[in-house]
Nanobody
Framework: QVQLAESGGGLVQPGGSLRLSCAASENIFSFNAMAWYRQAPGKEREWVTTIRSGGRTVYADSVKGRFTISRDNALNTLYLQMNSLKPEDTAVYYC??????????WGKGTLVTVSS
């Protein structure tokens, strides 16, 4: 099973930006899809965005126009560029990899805190 390691979280003021990274232990181009999820304190984990093997991207309405998912196949790394951050974006962000066959893999998460 692929190993995923998120990084790039931290404390940022409202309106600020952060870029999250997810380093994979194997070729991410081979996956059916990769995604970002998040879990805010006291809430269930929610889907944020997905990028499919062909490059098509989809976003949750709550982040559309502010967040951008991308990948670097050569570096086996998935990214999440987050702009115009809001306090309600505060959460632990998780990377997810969905293979064509088998069970999806999860990273351990990286904490993003949006606060003044």
């Amino acid at each position: 099973q692929v190993q995923l390691a998120e990084s790039g979280g931290g404390l940022v003021q409202p309106g600020g930006s952060l870029r999250l990274s997810c380093a994979a232990s194997e070729n991410i181009f081979s996956f059916n899809a990769m995604a970002w999820y998040r879990q805010a304190p006291g809430k269930e984990r929610e889907w944020v965005t997905t990028i499919r093997s062909g490059g098509r991207t989809v976003y949750a309405d709550s982040v559309k126009g502010r967040f951008t998912i991308s990948r670097d196949n050569a570096l086996n790394t998935l990214y999440l560029q987050m702009n115009s951050l809001k306090p309600e974006d505060t959460a632990v962000y998780y990377c997810n990899a969905v293979p064509w066959v088998g069970v999806a893999s999860w990273g351990k998460g990286t904490l993003v805190t949006v606060s003044s």
